[in-house]
């Protein structure tokens, strides 16, 4: 199952003795103390002059998408060290607790951590969601979502409820395994798990929540380790694609304002569906990156769609960075797969033909 590996175990397995650390993302403590000496701080530069965002990054984090209920927006240190410590406390446990030797076979969706129901489980060797509370200008956050300012996703519009419909009245007329356009796009090694490439670039609470960002003064191009998606922001004075080319990750471009790269995408495909939901032709989505110390970029979105939401909606969370290198992620399960997967199919349905 190399296909679902986190880096740190493919490049294990691809470079033999060779021993990656895991990032360490520094505590919340650490961020409030940078965030305070940020004025003594100058932003880097590149050689053609524009703020470095260059390197490998990570956007793990314990900070749910959604906020809680009964939470605030910002944490109290008491609350942050209960989930921080809580989180460490689960994985030692999950890690230490030896392995029966008679167990039967994983069970499956049945299992909190399983990722599918149709294969198996990984335990935590095998994942890598964050150990750190998302800390922005100080405050450590409950949900990434700040806006609206309950922090939840806003109501869908009756547009979008009705094209909800209309895909599920659709594909209720095949069977999960029919033929592979009803394969999720993830397992189809298409784009990456939930919404790590983006836009908007969300953790996705598993595990290969790393990028690699490279500059040019003409575009910005960002590697996705998961799935090994690949987004290219073209600078400059945009030139829109027509309205029919949609690639998965939209049509990207980015300006300066400050030391902040403001960045626009349109013609997203709707495939590439954000939580279930495909966006319209007059969706987009605003993302901010702004350095913020030797060891962090801030990243912003906004999801303006009014078609599919009520309101715009969007949040902010850190990138921190990674001291690792990125490998390929080696995504063959579905694209060599599949046949495989379909023809287990067909084979658990002659087996009940023939009983």
Request: proline share 9%; with cysteine; aromatic share 8%.
């Amino acid at each position: 199952m190399t296909a679902n590996l986190p880096h740190r175990t493919v490049s294990t397995l691809c470079m033999g003795a060779a021993m990656l650390t895991s990032a360490i993302l520094p505590s919340s403590s650490a961020a409030q103390a940078r965030a305070a000496s940020s004025s003594e701080w100058q932003v880097p530069m590149t050689a053609f002059g524009q703020p470095d965002l260059q390197g490998n990054w990570t956007n793990a984090t314990l900070t749910p998408l959604s906020r809680r209920a009964g939470q605030p927006a910002v944490l109290s240190p008491e609350q942050v060290a209960q989930i921080e410590s809580g989180a460490a406390e689960a994985v030692n446990e999950a890690i230490n607790e030896p392995s029966d030797p008679d167990r039967p076979l994983p069970p499956g969706g049945d299992n909190p951590v399983c990722i599918d129901s149709g294969t198996t489980c990984y335990n935590e060797v095998y994942r890598d969601p964050g150990d750190r509370v998302a800390v922005i200008n100080g405050e450590a956050r409950s949900s990434i979502l700040t806006r609206p300012a309950d922090g939840r996703v806003p109501a869908l519009t009756p547009a979008a409820q009705s094209i909800l419909a209309e895909m599920r009245a659709f594909s209720s007329q095949f069977g999960q395994f029919d033929h592979p356009e009803v394969r999720p796009l993830a397992e189809r090694c298409i784009v990456s798990f939930g919404s790590n490439a983006g836009p908007p670039m969300l953790p996705n609470y598993w595990y290969n929540n790393n990028y690699t960002i490279v500059q040019s003064p003409d575009a910005i191009m960002i590697m996705t380790e998961m799935v090994h998606d690949v987004r290219i922001i073209r600078l400059g004075e945009p030139k829109p694609l027509p309205e029919d080319m949609q690639p998965y990750f939209g049509d990207s471009w980015g300006h300066w304002e400050g030391n902040t790269l403001v960045v626009e995408t349109t013609n997203i495909n709707p495939e590439n569906a954000f939580q279930g939901v495909p966006f319209s032709a007059q969706g987009k989505v605003v993302e901010r990156f702004t350095r913020t110390d030797d060891a962090t970029i801030e990243y912003g979105f906004t999801i303006d769609d009014p078609e599919r939401y009520a309101e715009p909606w969007g949040g902010e969370l850190p990138f921190r960075r990674l001291d690792d290198l990125v490998y390929e992620y080696s995504c063959h399960e579905g694209n060599y797969a599949l046949e495989g997967v379909l023809r287990g199919a067909r084979f658990d349905e002659n087996s009940e033909t023939r009983r």
